[in-house]
């Protein structure tokens, strides 16, 4: 009897130890994100943006006592490698997954995550991500589904444009904004007077704007990455193009203003997530991670500072660090600004794991980002 | 047979039992890099043919690597088996290849190379702008795994062994080539190809022969790649993609059989490994690599090389020292 009672003692005194450092391990995190490669930028903006808000809830206690530490590997912005490397996360049973930023590779790694029951948290902005039924991804800004028909309703209701020029970059995230305009352009019965693809790092654009001239639209649609829309801005200025010039987020950043100068002026746009937005918490985020990184992030710093903080809401909410149960607790899951600030906005998330968020409609004046117009959320 | 041939031999199926037993443990992830070994070894080895044998240099290798993971993209999730995918995948590489080595009979060198180059951007354009059937920059994604045999090969493991075997059945027809008579006119026509000519060599037809061949186990490798990875866009296709198959083939040991395998070894295996060294993990990576080609042009195997041979003269010269020493004894 003796050794079996002295046994199972041990076990109990074993399990019972296990149990105390389970609740206060580290919650583990993995980042899979565009490291190197030709979305180096979005990648080291997303974990950046990771880093800081890890950083901050530590310094504060953590997440129900617990602290979160994170592992960032790096895809290479190649598919192939994305999915090594989140075949590798997924081995190590994180509780959330994070990134990539990609939508090719978000696309080759989310049947992987679902298939393991673990929630994803991702960069993508590529409509079709959140439409095939999976229970287990979501986003951390608006797809390209959400944003468009705003700016399609904006040039058709206050431009008033019958024509209009479109030009993108022929990348994943300009194509599928390219794409989901279009539709919205046809609903409305506006002409595409002239469909520009360009290239990601495209210097010269005076082929592309005397295109623009020769077709003579009413509005101009740009949508390509911050330093090509400040390249491009210039172009049409020279040119002489007079039209309103519309886009989507990257044509009225900050990095924009600053490369084009008085080019900039009066280009307007729609803006889901800016660092640039009218809002307190946001100026505060830019002000710490400038201080700590030395330069103004992206939007895509934004949304790894987000998902962190969907993260922290979501298990406050449930009251345990439950992988299995994260994906359901934070469908339909509305985040508030007043109960967790580092959300920054209010954000609602669907059962798609589509993201509901107000939205602005912003226009360059004398080199300075002023709001026309603060877009409500569609849900409230 | 000699001792040395009896230990090549135990050698090698150690290798390959290791090959095959050892990855039965290994988690998704180690069965997904060496999958992808295997896949990238199948392009080297190819690229080897081209560049270590016949000497023509190829910047288009990762292009038929992506002609052929398109081929069975878009086969197989059309309801396609694998296996007809393999056989249009070689056809067609055969044959772009085939046409792309005419320049290679006016051009050599860097010259070739630029028409290569011209082609892999080419290629990548194809992928990214014809919609209608590359789906173009959204790239295919869901793409199946094959059965082989009744046996579905969805797990890792099965299709790490469909890698595996195709790099075995390819191994096998590589060195069966190398030793027929294309392949002694292969090397003839690296080291001299107007003496080659002289001695009867048809320097054109095997010119275009070492071209498609080579293109051909691209294409190989791309319809094994597709299922591996199930997701194809344009991007992985880049000139990147051949820029890597060509310093595999390097690295390894250029004109070397066992070059490709440790090349692809080094370009996969190694990033990986230094991956603990978070940021600097690419530059370690480059820094390793141009030392090694500093040290060792002819690539790993050109270390080997040299050592056996400076053994082998050492022996030669021992050898005959004795015997000079015998023959001033002898009266």
């Known amino acids: 009897m003796k050794p079996v009672f002295l046994a199972s003692a041990l076990l109990a005194t074993v399990l019972t130890g296990a149990a105390i450092a389970q609740s206060g391990a580290p919650i583990k995190l993995a980042n899979v994100a565009e490291l190197s490669g030709g979305g180096a930028t979005v990648g080291t903006n997303w974990k950046n943006g990771i880093d800081l808000a890890i950083e901050e809830i530590n310094s504060k206690g953590g997440v129900l006592g617990r602290k979160l530490e994170v592992t960032h590997a790096d895809s290479q912005s190649n598919p192939g490698v994305a999915r090594a490397q989140v075949q590798k996360a997924l081995d190590a049973e994180p509780y959330v997954l994070l990134g990539p930023g990609y939508s090719g590779s978000v696309k080759v790694t989310a049947p992987l995550a679902a298939e393991a029951g673990i929630a994803q948290i991702m960069g993508g902005e590529a409509a079709e991500l959140t439409q095939a039924g999976n229970k287990f991804l979501f986003r951390t800004s608006f797809g390209q589904q959400s944003s468009m028909p705003k700016v399609a309703k904006y040039i058709n209701d206050e431009l008033k444009a019958k024509s209009v020029a479109i030009v993108w970059v022929n990348n994943d995230f300009g194509k599928g904004g390219r794409d989901s305009i279009s539709k919205e352009f046809a609903k409305y019965n506006i002409k595409v007077a002239a469909d520009l693809s360009t290239e990601a790092g495209q210097a010269d654009f005076a082929a592309d704007v005397s295109k623009i001239k020769a077709a003579a639209p009413d509005a101009v649609f740009v949508y390509v990455n911050e330093e090509e829309s400040a390249r491009i801005l210039k172009e049409l200025k020279r040119q002489g193009i007079t039209v309103p010039l519309v886009g989507e987020t990257t044509l009225v950043g900050q990095k924009v203003v600053e490369l084009a100068g008085d080019a900039a002026n009066g280009a307007r746009g729609h803006v889901g997530l800016t660092t640039d937005a009218p809002v307190e918490l946001i100026k505060a985020f830019r002000d710490k991670f400038v201080k700590k990184y030395n330069y103004v992030p992206d939007h895509n710093g934004l949304k790894g500072w987000l998902a962190i903080y969907m993260i922290k809401a979501t298990t406050e909410k449930m009251g345990k660090v439950d992988s299995k149960g994260f994906a359901d607790a934070l469908h339909g899951f509305t985040i508030t600004a007043a109960k967790e600030p580092g959300i920054l906005m209010d954000a609602t998330f669907d059962a798609n794991g589509d993201i509901d968020r107000q939205g602005f409609l912003v226009e360059i004046v004398e080199g300075k980002q002023v709001v026309k117009q603060v877009l409500p959320k569609l849900n409230n | ?331």
């Open chain 2, 1 to 331: 047979m000699t001792a040395a041939k009896y230990l090549k031999i135990g050698f090698g199926i150690v290798v390959i039992a290791a090959l095959i037993i050892v990855p039965m443990n290994f988690n998704r992830y180690g069965l997904f890099i060496l999958s992808q070994w295997a896949v990238m070894t199948i392009a080297a080895m190819g690229l080897n043919l081209t560049l270590g044998y016949a000497g023509q240099v190829s910047l288009a290798q990762g292009a038929f690597v992506g002609i052929g993971a398109y081929t069975a993209a878009i086969m197989t999730s059309n309801g396609l088996p694998l296996i007809g995918a393999l056989g249009v995948a070689i056809v067609l590489c055969f044959a772009i290849g085939w046409i792309l080595g005419y320049p290679a009979l006016r051009v050599q060198h860097h010259y070739l190379a630029f028409v290569t180059l011209a082609f892999s951007t080419l290629a990548f354009l194809v992928f990214r702008n014809e919609d209608w059937l590359t789906k173009g920059i959204y790239g295919i994604s869901n793409i199946p795994r094959p059965e082989l045999f009744g046996y579905p090969t969805r797990r890792p493991l099965p299709f790490y062994y469909v890698c595996l075997g195709s790099l075995g059945i390819v191994s096998l027809a590589v060195w069966w080539l190398i030793r027929s008579p294309w392949g002694r006119a292969f090397i003839a026509l690296r080291e001299n190809p107007v003496r080659a000519l002289s001695l009867g060599i048809d320097t054109r037809r095997y010119t275009l022969m070492a071209f498609a061949i080579g293109s051909a186990l691209g294409g190989v490798a791309g319809t094994l790649y597709a299922p591996l990875t199930q997701y194809v866009d344009p991007v992985p296709f880049h000139l990147s993609l051949s820029l890597d198959l060509l310093m595999m083939v390097i690295v390894g040991g250029s004109g070397f059989f066992f070059g490709p395998f440790l090349g692809a070894m080094i370009a996969v295996l190694l990033p990986e490994w230094l991956r603990f060294t978070q940021g600097y993990y690419l530059m370690l990576y480059a820094i390793a690599v141009i030392l090694l080609l500093i040290y060792s042009p002819t690539g790993i195997l050109g270390i080997l090389d040299r050592f056996i041979s400076e053994r082998r003269t050492k022996a030669a010269s021992a050898q005959r020292a004795v015997a000079k020493a015998k023959l001033e004894v002898t009266p």
